[in-house]
């Protein structure tokens, strides 16, 4: 017996002198095989018998036919890490957008920031300013005459817009990005001119531009001067109500794509799980026992100290996830939130998570 218990002890030393390269090394059993795939040939294509049909056979996994050989050097092969973005210094913070006809010019700043610069361009230049309303962002300018616009502008403008009209209306309209602390400036033209918008927008852009360089300018709306509680950055584009049976929506004046980009943003920020989503139908799936940043952070969401216990939590568990639906009405879109398709979610919780929700939305 004693023999045996000294060979076993023997053994497991040996075993521990040489390391676990018998198991784990270049030639052990549990060895690496990651880099096997280099050593690989392709082998011939399989061949059917004469006389016997069958459709063609087509490689599951083709091999791309420029393939850089492989280093002949021996040792592990290294991925190399990505060549890091070389970001501009000095970036304007000014960009002009197109879609189609339309144009836009896209500000890194809040739209409270850019409605006196906005204005004074308009005001320095010439144009009649026939009615303001700072707490949803709309200007409205014209001209008469041309002459009394600046000579500059006059100018470019001729140069740029054919059959320039002698009168002109224009309707401005600073509202929020699609990414927060973000605006977009848009003008409109009456009658239709696609040729002067752009020329217009061009001319704002690069004023604006020098403006920052000077330092800027600042809000109009500062001081807490806030017509009637308003706030500039949301004029009046979210709001929330209830359906006929008293169901709770939220209601988005806005196209379909922003609302879903700023619904996104706002679960993240509200720290709202998403564990899925099918842009197509419209839907988030949320789990509201859980934030957003669980898995990193191994913490609990805002939601669960209300509707959870202290039970081990299952993700799978069918009582924890919601539908948030997006649906489209004419210029409208309308959120709520479902159990499933068919299945409406307690109005209790619905209330809870949409006016969550609604504190990150602008």
């Given at each position: 017996m004693k023999h045996l218990v000294k060979l076993s002890v023997l053994t497991v030393a040996i075993a521990g002198a040489s390391g676990c390269g018998w198991l784990y090394g270049e030639k052990g059993y549990f060895r690496d095989r990651s880099d096997d795939y280099l050593k690989d040939r392709v082998a011939p294509v399989m061949q059917v018998p004469a006389g016997v049909e069958t459709r063609p056979l087509d490689p599951l996994l083709a091999i791309p036919s420029h393939v850089p050989l492989p280093s002949t050097t021996p040792g592990e092969y290294e991925v190399p890490r990505p060549t890091a973005l070389r970001l501009k210094e000095n970036t304007s913070e000014f960009s002009l957008q197109k879609q189609g006809e339309r144009r836009w010019v896209i500000a890194q700043r809040l739209p409270s920031e850019m409605w006196p610069a906005t204005r004074q361009y308009f005001e320095d230049n010439g144009f009649n300013l026939t009615r303001e309303r700072p707490q949803t962002g709309e200007l409205d300018a014209s001209w008469s005459q041309l002459s009394q616009l600046s000579a500059g502008l006059q100018s470019r403008l001729n140069s740029r817009v054919q059959n320039l009209s002698p009168t002109q209306h224009l309707a401005v309209r600073i509202e929020p990005g699609v990414q927060r602390n973000t605006s977009e400036l848009h003008i409109s033209a009456a009658p239709s001119s696609p040729s002067l918008e752009g020329a217009l927008l061009d001319e704002l852009m690069l004023a604006l531009a020098r403006n920052e360089e000077r330092g800027g300018s600042v809000s109009l709306?500062?001081?807490?001067?806030?017509?009637?509680?308003?706030?500039?950055?949301?004029?009046?584009?979210?709001?929330?109500?209830?359906?006929?049976?008293?169901?709770?929506?939220?209601?988005?004046?806005?196209?379909?794509?922003?609302?879903?980009?700023?619904?996104?943003?706002?679960?993240?920020?509200a720290d709202i799980r998403v564990d899925d989503l099918n842009r197509t139908q419209g839907i988030y799936y949320i789990n509201i026992a859980e934030g957003s940043r669980k898995k990193a952070e191994e913490k609990k969401g805002w939601f669960s100290g209300a509707f959870s216990s202290d039970e081990k939590y299952d993700e799978n568990t069918p009582g924890?996830?919601?539908?948030?639906?997006?649906?489209?009405?004419?210029?409208?879109?309308?959120?709520?939130?479902?159990?499933s398709i068919e299945t409406a979610a307690p109005a209790e919780v619905s209330r809870e998570v949409l006016q969550r929700i609604q504190e990150y939305l602008y």
């Open positions: 709306l500062a001081g807490g001067e806030r017509p009637q509680g308003q706030q500039f950055d949301s004029p009046g584009r979210v709001s929330y109500s209830e359906d006929g049976n008293g169901m709770p929506l939220l209601n988005l004046d806005t196209d379909f794509n922003r609302a879903w980009s700023s619904v996104g943003r706002a679960l993240e920020e924890e996830r919601y539908q948030l639906r997006l649906s489209q009405y004419g210029e409208r879109i309308q959120i709520n939130l479902e159990k």
